[in-house]
């Protein structure tokens, strides 16, 4: 069967979707420094002001522009979702495939690691770790990348362990292949679409569990939150800022998971053609 | 000793300058005992004919002569023409090539066969009745006999041509291609005419090109190749076990009843007359030569076969050894104690149903797998001696399935780059040595189709790619593993005759791995029979095939040729 991912996903309508979404919200976040009218971290004006032009969605209740902390919120919620993907894939891709293809004892031991990272609850992980110790965004990251590649390398290595036994990989290997070619040409490729999933999953899951812990207030308050303007905003909801101060939180929250859900699903679909509705043979 | 030749070396002349000539016949030394058939056997222009006239003393004014043609002791080149036309036909007579016109066409066939007695002074009635009793010895029907030459057909005249050869009884005859132009039954006639002859005590020098006929009437075959004689052996040999490359080659070229395997001509041309090359003269065609080839000519060794053989490599040399091997998978035993050898340049065929080991066993040659016990030899050194990625280089593989073998993310130019790319070897020229090697295997060259991807090929198409792909870092050994197998038959009689093609072009030693004795018949050379981890039977195919030795091999065989399924 053969697959040319990039040209499916162009036909993709849900997949382009979510993409195009992920890209608004991402440039968005990316520009957030070069647009946002006011600095997040100094009152701009009285509190509790409502939306104009000035302040397009009125000052929180220590004054500051409420849209420029959107603007930053949204950058950290994007980065820490990336970054942890980022990570999170890259341990899962190198200790999957090393294991598939040393074997042996390294791969007894990886194995193990992964089968006690599956059996440990990773957000509660990271509440302690958040709550205990108060590390900075970036230990956070690293914190929670470490905690969540398991997943991948056992996808990973199952798939390696399969590609291992292909006649095209024997091929090469008996054509005086090294490993590192066989990696780089025949493996890899084929793994792309488990790592794209693994991706977009991870991503959606670390910018959930970094909006939910910041909501819960343990993680380090002085940086913008989607999760912290939520935690705030519900506590001055009697004076009716529901609508400049928590929905705009909630819903960019929202399209950001939802536009890398999209994605993933999108990328299921292309890889696992028995999913595509309609003429299945077409694609054989 | 009747004829001999001492370092004969004949030139021609040709118009214009004087050192403008061609080499004929170059240090020619041979010998025939009374009682001996000898033949000369070669290709077209290797100098059989001059060697014919030369020993008659028959040269055309052209022909620039050394060295001497000793007959019974008296060294012809010392005779004056009278002396010469004395021996001529009472001691050495020849039968000429049967071209229609060495017949004189104006007297009655009876006469000619005649001739000579006459001439020695018989008187003419006695001199007709013999030649008439010769003729009916020769299987002319009586009356024919009266005719004129163009009323005969072309194997009657061959006959009369015979007829006059023998009339006066020679100790010595020269046979210029006398079946050339005959039918089987008569041919067989004639080679118990010319066993009888020899069993008489003449000695009998056979120019032919047919081989099965030298080594039906011959008692030696010397193979002669562009005026050098490359191997000489005894001639039950000449079909089964030819020692030298040429020789091997022009078995495989001829027609042979009992063999199946595919006629394949001697690659390239033969040389330019005109000039001598430094090295070994059939350098070019060959499929082993070595540097040493291209410097000097080789020097005649001798053969265990009791044979001599003109090579630096000593013949056909063996590229593959395999000694004792034994391979298990766990606790199963795949391979017991197999030997077996692989000659450069030659087809073999590993038999056997599926799980006896074929597969194993060439995977082993290939070096991709360790054998537990025993060793193999590469050209003299042990495999586990030579680097793996250098060895991988010298070893094409084509699998089952072309599906499966090339990996549905490559087009079909990164597919057939792939090994150059391993090998460090792609470089500016390699789009040009892609395109030839499409060219090679019968496929487009085009853009268009070197982008495509396996799933837009059919499996003929993908098979004629993996085969390319194969043989782009030019392999000395290509393994085929059950390469037709999955094909349909029209598409596996296509690739079987592009593997043949190829192997014959380029001259590598191949190992066709097949379930199927079919298939093994119509390409090896040799078939190894497995069974049970074990060889059973290892020979050449037309002997499998026609007188199989092992109940297995039986078996096997009338497996394949049964029509009906027995009654259960």
Redesign the interface.
């Known amino acids: 069967m053969h697959i040319r991912p990039f040209q499916e996903f162009k036909k993709n309508r849900i997949g382009v979707t979510g993409l195009v979404m992920f890209l608004l919200l991402s440039t968005t976040a990316i520009l957030a420094p070069a647009i946002a009218p006011h600095d997040p971290w100094d009152y701009s004006d009285r509190s509790f002001q409502p939306s104009s032009m000035n302040h397009l969605l009125g000052t929180n209740d220590i004054g500051y522009d409420i849209f420029s902390e959107l603007l930053w919120a949204l950058r950290t919620s994007v980065f820490f979702g990336v970054s942890v993907a980022a990570i999170a894939c890259t341990i899962g891709l190198i200790l999957g495939v090393s294991a598939a293809l040393v074997g042996g004892l390294y791969d007894l031991v990886v194995m193990r690691i992964v089968d006690a990272l599956l059996a440990i609850p990773s957000i509660l992980v990271l509440i302690l770790i958040a709550a205990y110790f108060r590390p900075s965004t970036m230990i956070l990251v690293i914190t929670l990348s470490l905690i969540i590649w398991q997943t991948i390398a056992r996808g990973v290595r199952a798939q390696t362990l399969s590609l291992k036994t292909k006649l095209h990989i024997k091929a090469a290997r008996n054509m005086g292949a090294s490993t590192v070619y066989i990696m780089r040409k025949h493996i890899l490729p084929e793994l792309f679409p488990l790592y794209a999933m693994g991706f977009v999953t991870k991503a959606r899951i670390a910018v959930f569990m970094e909006a939910g812990l910041s909501f819960l207030g343990i993680f380090d308050p002085t940086t913008k939150s989607l999760g912290i303007m939520m935690s705030y905003a519900m506590r001055y909801l009697y004076l009716d800022v529901w609508f400049n101060w928590l929905l705009p939180a909630v819903l960019s929250l929202s399209m950001l998971i939802v536009s890398l859900a999209l994605i993933s699903y999108a990328i299921e679909e292309i890889f696992d053609p028995r999913l595509k509705g309609g003429n299945n043979a077409a694609t054989v | 000793m009747p004829l001999q030749f001492k370092n004969l070396n004949v030139k021609y002349r040709l118009s214009g300058a004087e050192d403008n000539t061609i080499t004929a016949l170059n240090n020619i030394s041979l010998k025939i005992n009374e009682g001996e058939c000898v033949s000369i056997v070669g290709e077209s222009g290797s100098g059989k004919t001059t060697l014919a006239l030369a020993s008659m003393k028959l040269l055309s004014q052209n022909a620039i002569m050394t060295g001497s043609v000793v007959i019974n002791g008296v060294d012809t080149s010392e005779l004056s023409s009278e002396e010469m036309r004395k021996i001529r036909w009472n001691e050495i007579s020849i039968v000429f090539q049967n071209y229609g016109d060495v017949l004189n066409p104006v007297h009655k066939i009876i006469n000619q066969v005649a001739e000579p007695l006459i001439k020695n002074g018989e008187s003419r009635n006695t001199a007709l009745d013999k030649s008439s009793k010769m003729l009916d010895y020769m299987k002319i029907k009586t009356g024919r006999s009266m005719l004129y030459p163009h009323q005969l057909s072309a194997g009657e005249r061959q006959r009369v041509l015979m007829a006059m050869a023998l009339i006066t009884d020679p100790g010595m005859l020269v046979l210029d291609e006398p079946v050339a132009s005959v039918d089987a039954i008569t041919k067989l006639y004639l080679a118990e005419v010319i066993r009888k002859q020899v069993n008489l005590g003449k000695a009998v020098l056979l120019i032919t090109h047919d081989l099965s006929f030298a080594a039906l009437c011959s008692d030696y075959t010397v193979v002669l190749y562009s005026g050098n004689i490359l191997e000489s052996l005894p001639s039950e040999e000449l079909l089964d076990a030819p020692r030298h490359p040429y020789t091997r080659a022009l078995v495989r070229s001829f027609p042979v009843m009992e063999r199946a395997k595919d006629l394949a001509g001697v690659r390239g041309a033969p040389p330019s007359q005109t000039s001598t090359p430094k090295g070994c003269i059939f350098q070019p065609r060959c499929t082993q030569s070595i540097d040493v080839c291209l410097e000097r000519s080789p020097q005649a060794v001798s053969t265990n076969g009791g044979g001599v053989v003109v090579c630096h490599r000593g013949g056909i040399a063996t590229m593959i050894s395999v000694e004792n091997i034994s391979k298990s998978y766990k606790d199963i035993e795949v391979l017991k104690d197999v030997s077996l050898k692989l000659d450069e340049g030659e087809i073999l065929a590993l038999v056997g149903e599926t799980g006896s080991g074929k597969t194993t066993l060439a995977y082993l040659i290939?070096g991709?797998i360790k054998p537990d016990g025993g060793k193999i030899i590469f050209r003299e050194k042990g495999l586990d001696k030579i680097d793996?990625?250098e060895?991988?280089?010298m070893?094409g593989?084509v699998?089952q399935?072309p599906r499966?073998?090339?990996?549905?993310?490559f087009s079909v130019f990164e597919a057939i780059a792939?090994?150059l790319?391993?090998?460090n070897a792609f470089d500016n020229e390699s789009a040009g040595k892609i395109k030839n090697a499409l060219r090679e295997v019968q496929l487009p060259v085009d853009d268009y189709f070197m982008r495509k991807?396996?799933?837009e090929l059919s499996g003929g198409e993908l098979q004629r790619v993996a085969i390319a792909r194969a043989l782009i870092l030019e392999p000395d050994l290509l393994i085929a593993d059950e390469a037709t197998s999955f094909l349909d038959p029209s598409v596996q009689a296509k690739i079987l005759r592009l593997l043949l093609n190829l192997q014959n072009e380029r001259g590598i030693s191949m190992i066709f791995v097949t379930h199927d004795i079919g298939v093994a018949r119509k390409v090896s050379d040799r078939v190894a029979v497995l069974h049970d981890g074990r060889i059973v039977e290892n020979s050449p195919t037309h002997h499998i095939i026609e007188n199989p030795q092992h109940e297995y091999t039986k078996r096997l065989i009338d497996a394949v040729k049964s029509s009906k399924i027995s009654d259960l």
């Open positions: 290939a991709t793996r990625k060895f991988a280089k070893v593989i699998y399935s499966d073998s090339i990996s549905h993310r792939e090994p790319v391993i090998h991807y396996p799933h």
